[in-house]
């Protein structure tokens, strides 16, 4: 499984953004649980948001519950993330993530694919 992030940009305090993630696969993607992760400078990567494969659950770290919605375009092989009302805290450089198909969803990280990251900055 190959996933190329992308959609990351500078963006002022309130402002939205939408990132993007293409996999490609031999394996249906509709059976793959995807993730978002990010990393900020001088942090760990955690966990941003995770989506069931079939897209029926999804999962939202506390800091963006209700800021950030992850979905997915099966047809399109692709997940996204739409992040409202960002702020200066949301920094980071942003990673989606792959599961082997039909493994379970959740707020972990034991994710087996990851993509190159997209840098998401947010001005105050």
């Known amino acids: 499984v190959q996933l190329q992030a992308s959609g990351g940009g500078l963006v002022q305090r309130g402002e939205s953004l939408t990132l993007s993630c293409a996999a490609s696969?031999?394996?249906?993607?509709?059976?793959?649980?995807m993730g978002w992760f990010r990393q900020a400078p001088g942090k760990l990567r955690e966990f941003v948001a995770a989506?069931?494969?079939?897209?029926?659950?999804?999962y939202y770290a506390d800091a963006v519950k209700g800021r950030f919605t992850i979905s997915r375009d099966n047809a399109k092989s692709t997940v996204y993330l739409r992040m409202d009302k960002l702020t200066p805290g949301d920094t980071a450089i942003y990673y989606c993530?792959?599961?082997?198909?039909?493994?379970?969803?959740?707020?972990?990280?034991?994710?087996?694919?990851w993509g190159q990251g997209t840098l998401v900055t947010v001005s105050s």
């Open positions: 993530a792959a599961k082997e198909p039909y493994k379970a969803s959740g707020y972990g990280s034991d994710f087996d694919y």
């Open positions: 989506i069931a494969w079939g897209g029926g659950q999804t």
């Open positions: 696969t031999t394996y249906r993607f509709s059976s793959l649980p």
